[in-house]
């Protein structure tokens, strides 16, 4: 299976060749880094990229998988974390210079269970600066670019989400945003990454990308 074709999997599809042994996590969590390494630095969506632990968290999970003792319904699949959410042994930076970039002591709740599931972290996504808009941009990481249009926005706050999910660099089943971010700025980054990214979406665009218009820069 070749590599673009692997990184554009739903989450339930990977899993399920998981289970069938066509597909391993640490050839997902590779499809999912080659096309960050290919796009990210046109798109901008990560701000910390941790490719040796997410290999390595990758090789587990394929052991286990091998075992038929998986720790939960993720485990090896390839996710991210927004920057405004504790990640052990990562900064959190909230896309802002004020901040530090010492690492994080402890998981947030959301990230524990998600590693608890065997959910193969990649890196960190970009934010706007204490995640405080509906675009994506700040002073500490710069722009991030709409994958269907880079002259245009992702929305945000979760912009370097929504193009991770749409350009198919991860699978999105980070933990969801806090009930208190307006519905506005989540309905502009979300509906971007909701449908199934496409092979040609870094590199061009197609009918439904108009749908993206409204957040033009």
């Not at 390595?56 to 038929?68: D, F, L, P, V, Y």
């Not at 710069?142 to 929504?162: E, F, H, K, V, Y």
Request: charged fraction near 25%.
């Amino acid at each position: 299976m070749a590599m673009d074709d692997v990184a554009l999997l739903s989450a339930t599809e990977m899993v399920a060749r998981f289970q069938d042994r066509s597909l391993s996590p640490v050839e997902a969590t590779k499809a999912a880094l080659e096309r960050i390494d290919r796009h990210d630095g046109t798109f901008n969506g990560y701000c910390l990229v941790d490719a040796d632990g997410a290999v390595a968290s990758a090789r587990n999970s394929e052991a286990r998988w091998q075992k038929g003792t998986p720790l939960g319904p993720v485990d090896g699949v390839p996710t991210s974390v927004k920057d405004l959410v504790l990640a052990k042994g990562w900064p959190t930076r909230r896309g802002s210079k004020t901040t530090t970039a010492d690492p994080a002591p402890e998981d947030a709740p959301s990230v524990a269970r998600l590693r608890e599931a065997g959910a193969v972290l990649l890196g960190k996504t970009t934010t706007p600066e204490f995640g405080w808009k509906g675009v994506t941009d700040g002073p500490l990481t710069g722009i991030t670019r709409n994958p269907w249009d880079p002259n245009r926005t992702p929305g945000g706050s979760s912009g370097g989400a929504a193009v991770a999910a749409a350009s198919g660099w991860e699978r999105s089943i980070s933990a969801p945003m806090a009930a208190a971010r307006s519905a506005f700025r989540r309905a502009s980054a979300e509906f971007l990454g909701s449908r199934r990214a496409s092979a040609a979406s870094p590199s061009g665009r197609q009918a439904h990308s108009r749908r993206c218009r409204i957040w033009g820069r």
